[in-house]
């Protein structure tokens, strides 16, 4: 199970990439697929990540990480985006 949401977690990284980015692409399209993606970048990438890192931690703490199957570069990859997320949140509100 955890391995599935790790992945899922990771797909919406990499939405949160797209839609990061999308800001310097001359003009970004306007249809069904980019909603999917800004949904996902924004809000199901930070969803399931603190539901990732929660359960890392936890498995972590109990001694049980190394049995999750999960490779390792997943989980340093989901930490580093979800760090990334916590920041940007705090920097825009911030500038508000």
Not at 2 to 30: E, G, K, M, T, Y
Not at 42 to 49: A, D, E, K, R
């Amino acid at each position: 199970m955890l391995r599935i949401l790790a992945r899922v977690a990771f797909i919406c990284n990499i939405c949160f990439l797209v839609v990061s980015f999308s800001q310097w692409l001359p003009q970004f399209p306007d249809n069904a697929l980019t909603s999917d993606v800004i949904v996902l970048g924004w809000m199901g990438s930070l969803v399931f990540n603190v539901i990732v890192n929660l359960i890392l931690l936890m498995l972590f703490f109990i001694g049980r990480l190394r049995k999750t199957g999960v490779p390792v570069w997943l989980l340093v990859i989901n930490f580093l985006f979800f760090g990334i997320q916590i920041a940007l949140l705090i920097l825009n509100r911030n500038l508000r």
